[in-house]
């Protein structure tokens, strides 16, 4: 790479301020360290420092400043938003000390006006449930951690449902009633959250891995961040850990930034996926880190349910300069897809060791469309099948009923999923086990339009056999290439595979 490098600002909030860094040629990391420094106004330094990730986010600034940033004799030039008040949550009676906060750090929620921060500082604050608002910044100072209480009764159950019948509570696709979310927003507008500090979800504690697909006292469990209905949101730098259930979920929210963010999980907690956008649309991921104990991203869009479901596209999402680590799937669609997944980018992203990496999930009686999904300049390494649509998913009571699991044709109905227009270029995976890919459609309504160009393959010489995804009936294989089953596929640029010695080919 030659030529100065290209600085991208991608969020300026009251304090802190997030850019990109050669996000065109890079993927997680940058290919050497970055030394940068930051000027105000008057051209005083500021601060300066290095980084060696392609996003990352400037903490410490103050509001409605002018800045300049130089990287390697790159500048650009911001500056930040515009700030009303700053309250510190231990001027509202917050203390490291007190059993639960929540009760004080919402009093100074409510106490602040339009375009406020509200500051977590440095010491760890246990909290039950705390509820956001419009026009606020939460600021999580480094040091900072808003830890979740053990004791489930601290937390409320939302309702399913709004009064006027809007879907509120949701559960893998479904209007339930929820314990809220350490951190919950609901109908928020200009809403941030950021800093250097840690959302800590309390998963660990109490009971709340026992039950994973339970109704405990009339609700189910809680995310670690929960918005709904929300508009114009950031979140940014910040940690989010240690989740009961999903960790960050948004669900109908529009324009959401999600920005330099470390989500992580203990491996073996149920059901922890990193970050859900369902029935959203305008979604942008960038520089994100993930570890957690289930799928690092998975885009949904609800599912058919006599409770009722989430009938809204997700849609317009893009993925890029993420890092995805261990997770059954590093990013999934559905299974939660009845009111389709479509124009979906995942691009310069790379994954280690996660059990599959671009993974679509169905069947038969979810309906809706997954449709132009592109997955473009990525690396894997002991990702074991990189690529997977999979339309006989066993998942809920019925997923394993003739039903769902049939491979005869069936009649094609609304409640017939369909997969169209699914773009490959420019990949590389090494030490795959299982299949280079696996594109298993349903005989009354194949997969279409799979698109590969220029799809580099290496194989894991020490792999053991196994099943691509998870149905009844598929063989478990090893080293395999291509699976298409009931799925058409275009291959203009090949496909490139590289065989260890002794390897096996199905």
């Avoid at 990391?29 to 000027?39: C, G, H, M, N, S």
């Avoid at 400037?58 to 500056?79: C, D, I, N, S």
């Avoid at 149920?270 to 991921?285: H, Q």
Wanted: hydrophobic share 40%.
């Amino acid at each position: 790479m030659t030529g100065m490098p290209t600085l991208a600002l991608l969020a300026a909030t009251p304090r802190t301020a997030t850019f990109s860094l050669d996000a065109a040629e890079n993927h997680f990391a940058l290919t050497t360290a970055k030394t940068w420094r930051l000027d105000d106004a008057a051209g005083e330094r500021v601060a300066e420092g290095q980084t060696d990730r392609v996003v990352t986010t400037l903490h410490g600034l103050l509001p409605g400043q002018t800045y300049r940033l130089e990287v390697a004799g790159a500048r650009l030039g911001f500056t930040t938003a515009a700030e009303s008040a700053l309250i510190d949550i231990t001027d509202c009676g917050a203390s490291p000390t007190a059993d639960d906060n929540a009760a004080a750090i919402q009093a100074a929620i409510d106490r602040l006006p339009p375009q406020g921060t509200l500051k977590i500082p440095r010491g760890r604050f246990q909290s039950g449930p705390i509820f956001l608002k419009s026009d606020m910044t939460l600021l999580l100072e480094d040091g900072a951690v808003l830890s979740g209480h053990p004791d489930r009764a601290r937390y409320p159950v939302l309702a399913a449902r709004h009064a006027d019948h809007r879907v509120l509570g949701t559960w893998e696709g479904v209007a339930e009633p929820c314990f809220a979310s350490l951190v919950t927003a609901l109908d928020c507008t200009g809403l941030t959250i950021t800093g250097a500090g840690t959302i800590d979800g309390g998963g660990d504690r109490g009971d709340w891995w026992s039950w994973p697909k339970e109704t405990r006292y009339g609700a189910r469990r809680p995310r670690t961040l929960f918005l709904s209905h929300g508009q114009n949101v950031r979140l940014t730098g910040i940690t989010v850990r240690n989740s009961p259930s999903w960790t960050i979920h948004p669900v109908f929210c529009s324009d959401v930034l999600a920005a330099d963010l470390v989500i992580e999980n203990d491996p073996l907690s149920p059901n922890t996926d990193g970050l859900n956008p369902e029935c959203s649309r305008d979604v942008r991921l960038s520089g994100l880190s993930f570890s957690v104990g289930d799928d690092c991203i998975a885009i949904k869009a609800g599912k058919r349910d006599p409770k009722g479901g989430l009938d809204q596209p997700c849609e317009r999402i893009v993925v890029e300069n993420c890092r995805m680590q261990r997770g059954h799937g590093g990013i999934v669609i559905g299974s939660e897809m009845s009111g389709s997944v479509r124009d979906v980018t995942v691009r310069r992203c790379e994954l280690r060791e996660t059990d599959r990496g671009l993974r679509v999930k169905t069947r038969r009686g979810r309906g809706g469309r997954v449709e132009r999904i592109a997955l473009e300049g990525c690396v894997m390494d002991r990702v074991a099948t990189p690529l997977v649509i999979n339309s006989f998913y066993f998942c809920d009571a019925d997923g394993r009923s003739d039903y769902v699991q049939s491979r005869e044709p069936l009649p094609v109905t609304d409640a017939t999923p369909v997969v169209t227009d699914i773009t490959i270029r420019d990949v590389v995976a090494e030490n795959v086990a299982v299949a280079a890919a696996a594109f298993y459609g349903l005989p009354e309504a194949p997969i279409t339009g799979i698109t590969i160009e220029n799809y580099r393959v290496g194989f894991d010489p020490e792999a053991q056999a196994d099943v691509p995804d998870m149905a009844c009936g598929f063989a478990p294989l090893r080293h395999a290439e291509i699976i298409l089953e009931h799925a058409s596929l275009t291959r203009p640029a090949g496909l490139h595979l590289s065989r260890p010695t002794q390897s096996i080919a199905v």
